[in-house]
């Protein structure tokens, strides 16, 4: 069955220090490649997206990810993380194989420390 | 643009009572999606609609619980009857394609006691 993993379940880092998040998915197909950010008490929002093209997409607030597909990889990643980072991450994967299939990880919550 | 529309925002119920959840997805959106998120198992998709039909209830735990979608604006997820184990953010999300990012909605959180 598909799946997506994120192997950090929680991530603590001080402001200024550089984050890499994992996400690894389990489809030999084509997929569609997300990264939505759930800020503490609000809804999911769309970090940022690769659908083709570049493998190195970049998002808003500095984030960007890069897609290797023999590893089956969407690393998100940010130089300098501030206090305002805080919050929980998701990796999602769109299949549109049979019916259609959008599926997320577990989620990586971070904490930034001021 | 208003957004995906949520009601109740919290929801707290007694075991056994019925429980009604409501989403108004964005206009012009075909697909509409129910997810569930506990801290147990993380965001599960439990049904989604294409144009007001459902394509894929695989997620939904059990027959306890069911969706309707019986307009473009409008989609329900009940729960009939709620046990405790249901406590959860149950989050609405809509996207206009099959491969367009998704619209959450503010999500209800719901507590059976």
């Known amino acids: 069955a598909q799946s997506v993993s994120q192997h950090n379940h929680h991530v603590i880092l001080s402001e200024a220090a550089s984050l890499e998040l994992g996400c690894n998915y389990s489809y030999g197909g084509t997929v569609n490649l997300f990264w939505y950010v759930q800020y503490p008490g609000q809804h999911l929002q769309l970090l940022l997206k690769y659908f083709s093209g570049d493998p190195l997409v970049k998002g808003i607030k500095g984030f960007e990810a890069e897609f290797i597909k023999s590893k089956f990889s969407f690393n998100l990643r940010k130089p300098s993380v501030q206090w305002s980072d805080t919050a929980e991450y998701f990796c999602a994967v769109n299949i549109a194989s049979g019916t259609y299939k959008y599926i997320f990880g577990t989620g990586t919550r971070l904490k930034v420390l001021a | 643009d208003a957004g995906v529309i949520q009601s109740p925002r919290h929801e707290v119920t007694e075991m056994g009572q019925e429980v009604t959840l409501r989403c108004k997805p964005i206009?012009?959106?075909?697909?509409l999606f129910w997810y569930r998120q506990t801290m147990m198992r993380g965001l599960e998709l439990l049904i989604y609609f294409n144009n007001n039909v459902p394509i894929d209830d695989s997620g939904m735990p059990e027959d306890r619980f069911s969706a309707k979608m019986p307009n473009a604006s409008f989609s329900t997820l009940k729960i009939q009857p709620s046990e405790p184990r249901d406590s959860a953010v149950y989050f609405c999300a809509s996207s206009p394609s099959f491969d367009s990012p998704l619209h959450f909605g503010n999500g209800t959180r719901l507590t059976v006691t």
């Open positions: 206009s012009g959106h075909d697909y």
